[in-house]
């Protein structure tokens, strides 16, 4: 026999956002990627991103992270606005990282100078 627990989703009052887009937009050339997009993620949720390709899923990552800049508008983490801010800051201060599905800057290089680029030391015989 099972036992069935009752549960709820608890919700708070104060909520605590930890990204927000305001009125952000981004074009490449002359075409429009995101036009005056507005989201908040407070904390403890989970947000999806469905939609076809070319709509922007990857580019509001790319946002986030500061791969690529917004032609305006305000990127706010943690309550701190960080459309300005390189990539370098968001990582350390933020805690804001990126791992693409494909790609990366190594994929054509052999380990070894993967390795000295990334300062490990090989052992050598």
Known sequence: ???IKKFRIKSFKNQNTIIEFKDVSLSYGNRLILD??????NEGQIFGMLGPNGVGKSTIFNLITGLV???NGKII???EEVSK?????????FKIGYVPQYGGYFNAMCPFPVCAVLGWRLPTN
């Open 1 to 3: 026999m099972a036992i």
């Open 36 to 41: 005056n997009i507005n989201f908040k993620i």
């Open 69 to 71: 800049s917004p032609r």
């Open 77 to 79: 983490i943690s309550g």
């Open 85 to 93: 801010y390189p990539i370098y800051l968001r990582t350390k201060k």
